[in-house]
């Protein structure tokens, strides 16, 4: 009988000891019609208000993140961008144009700590053209570079470009003709990792150069012509 008296004393608050009570509520399913709703939404609400009165304890509401809460209001989610293909701002890059120049692929490479890879690229490297004889100009070719002394490889670039068309009747100009001439002139170390950027930069960027889609070189307009022209 004083087992019984204690046990009830805990349960009550009047014993020594003190607990806490937590109910945790899963969910409520209600069907019917709108006056069943309504009355099964007061009994929740009841019940809640109830169990708060009693000092049940509460779990609180899950917190929707920010992402889900955005979706489900129909917000526009902000496409991921790959630090790889981060261009500069307000330039115009022809993927198809890019990828017959100098796409060789990407290499996987560690970053050393276990956590991942870092992408990088390979470049197509340039083919020395052993049938591009240039004694068989119309001009001799260090004469002709000499007179232009171009100031830096964009401009060493253009004259080529020049030289090929005007004096070799070459129609389009490769990067492999490019990269022959910059062999035989002693400035093949000046060319940059990826040699075909002077040529897209010369067409993109000066408007000196034109390519025609599905063409395999480049053309020299009448702003290019003028460019080397007026080089001393």
């Known amino acids: 009988m004083a087992k019984k008296d204690e046990q009830k004393a805990k349960l009550t608050g009047n014993g020594t000891s003190k607990g806490r009570l937590q109910i945790f509520v899963a969910g409520f399913a209600v069907e019917g019609g709108d006056s069943v709703l309504a009355?099964?939404?007061?009994?929740?609400?009841?019940?809640?208000?109830?169990?708060?009165?009693?000092?049940?304890?509460?779990?609180?509401?899950?917190?929707?993140?920010?992402?889900?809460?955005?979706?489900?209001?129909?917000?526009?989610t902000p496409a991921a961008v790959d630090e790889d293909e981060e261009t500069e701002q307000g330039e115009v890059v022809d993927t198809e144009e890019a990828e017959a120049d100098d796409a060789a692929g990407e290499v996987e490479t560690?970053?050393?700590?276990?956590?991942?890879?870092?992408?990088?690229?390979?470049?197509?490297?340039?083919?020395?053209?052993?049938?591009?004889?240039?004694?068989?100009?119309?001009?001799?070719l260090k004469a002709f570079v000499?007179?232009?002394?171009?100031?830096?490889?964009?401009?060493?670039?253009?004259?080529?470009?020049?030289?090929?068309?005007?004096?070799?009747?070459?129609?389009?100009?490769?990067?492999?003709?490019?990269?022959?001439?910059?062999?035989?002139?002693?400035?093949?170390?000046?060319?940059?990792?990826?040699?075909?950027?002077?040529?897209r930069d010369l067409k993109s960027k000066k408007h000196m150069l034109t390519r025609e889609p599905g063409a395999e070189g480049y053309k020299l307009n009448f702003k290019g012509e003028q460019e080397v022209e007026k080089m001393k």
């Open 39 to 76: 009355d099964g939404f007061k009994a929740i609400r009841d019940l809640t208000e109830a169990m708060k009165g009693s000092g049940v304890l509460l779990p609180p509401a899950p917190r929707q993140k920010a992402a889900l809460a955005a979706s489900g209001a129909g917000a526009a």
């Open 110 to 140: 560690s970053n050393g700590n276990g956590s991942g890879s870092k992408r990088s690229y390979s470049y197509k490297t340039p083919q020395f053209m052993n049938d591009l004889d240039v004694t068989k100009a119309k001009k001799d």
């Open 146 to 199: 000499a007179e232009k002394n171009p100031p830096d490889v964009m401009a060493k670039y253009l004259v080529v470009v020049y030289f090929l068309q005007k004096y070799m009747d070459i129609a389009e100009v490769k990067i492999d003709h490019v990269y022959t001439v910059f062999d035989i002139l002693g400035w093949k170390a000046e060319m940059p990792s990826n040699p075909s950027v002077p040529l």
